[in-house]
């Protein structure tokens, strides 16, 4: 799996123990070569990832809505730029580019993107899965509620079909070996 979406916080005001799980990630994946695909913006985890990942080599693909691009948003770190012109062809196209995505602490913009993966998934339009990075149980709540889908019966199909979980930084890479 050599292209990584990463979907994560644009907040610059969250604790710092999701920072630092962040740089560790982005710090591995520029060890390992990495390319990053992610929305391009320049705040939040999304940067600190970025920087992580650009310093130890990794190889940075930036989707850049217009709406960010006005409001001077765009990471200076990006190798390749897509721009996109609004959000849903921004995640069409890191979906399409990234082999996988892996899903940090977020807010409402991290959970569009993972459902827009989880539900094309669901009806067939590609096979990547999303793996939720469960930093400090962040995802817990959403995985419980998902697992209520399935016992009720609103998911067609086991949902680990489309979804993996990593509680640690040694279970994601595991995940992404
Ligand atoms: N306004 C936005 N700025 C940066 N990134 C955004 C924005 N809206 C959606 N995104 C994507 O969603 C997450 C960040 O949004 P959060 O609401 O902070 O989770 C990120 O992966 C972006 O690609």
């Known amino acids: 799996m050599n292209k990584i979406a990463v979907f ?16 560790q990630f982005g710090a591995w994946m520029g060890e390992n070569r990495k390319w990053l695909v992610y929305g391009g913006s320049n705040r939040g985890l999304m940067e600190t990832v970025a920087r992580a ?20 948003m765009v990471s200076d770190l990006l190798d390749v730029t897509f721009h996109t012109v609004n959000l849903s062809d ?7 580019e990234a ?19 989880m539900a094309g998934g669901t009806i067939g339009y590609h096979d990547k899965k999303i793996i939720f990075y469960n930093v400090n149980g962040f995802w817990d709540d959403i ?8 016992e009720q019966r609103f998911a ?22």
């Open 8 to 23: 994560c916080s644009a907040s610059d005001y969250i604790d710092s123990v999701y920072t630092e799980k962040a740089a």
């Open 53 to 72: 990942a650009k310093e130890k080599g990794a190889m940075i693909m930036g989707v850049v809505p217009t709406k960010l691009e006005e409001r001077g």
């Open 90 to 96: 921004r995640k069409d196209i890191m979906l399409q």
């Open 99 to 117: 082999d996988v995505m892996v899903a940090l602490p977020g807010g409402v913009g991290t959970l569009d993107e993972i459902f827009h993966v």
């Open 143 to 150: 995985l419980h509620f998902l697992k209520g889908l399935e």
């Open 156 to 177: 067609h199909h086991p949902l680990n079909n489309y979804m993996q979980v990593a509680n640690t930084f040694e279970e994601l890479i595991q995940l992404l070996a």
